[in-house]
């Protein structure tokens, strides 16, 4: 069992920046591709960024490169989201995934694994 806990959201202007940070139980956490989604309410959740096992591969949504970074410390059992010049439409509820076999993917369904989420809201 895997449990992911994310922290880091809140309120900021538009053109601002935020880190979120995900925390990882379990001693394996450097075999796990790790991805960021996000969800507005009523849509479906959407691939935000992935990042493989060493952190050497790392994809992006088309809506966010440029602006928003992925990284991770396997030391600490961390995956970080570092975003900036956030946009109002990057408002949404923000989770990270756990994938335990295979690389990063931008398909939800390949994940095993989900933490609670954590509101980022971006005003104008």
């Known amino acids: 069992q895997v449990q992911l806990v994310e922290s880091g959201g809140g309120l900021v202007q538009a053109g601002g920046s935020l880190r979120l940070s995900c925390a990882a139980s379990?001693?394996?956490?450097?075999?796990?591709?790790m991805g960021w989604f996000r969800q507005v309410p009523e849509k479906e959740r959407e691939f935000v960024a992935g990042i493989g096992w060493t952190g050497a591969i790392k994809y992006y949504a088309d809506s966010v490169k440029g602006r928003f970074t992925i990284s991770r410390d396997n030391a600490k059992n961390t995956v970080y989201l570092q975003m900036n010049s956030l946009k109002p439409e990057d408002t949404a509820v923000y989770s990270c995934a756990a994938r335990t076999s295979g690389s990063w993917s931008a398909n939800r369904n390949d994940y095993d694994y989900w933490g609670q989420g954590t509101q980022v809201t971006v005003s104008s």
């Open positions: 379990g001693r394996t956490f450097s075999s796990y591709a």
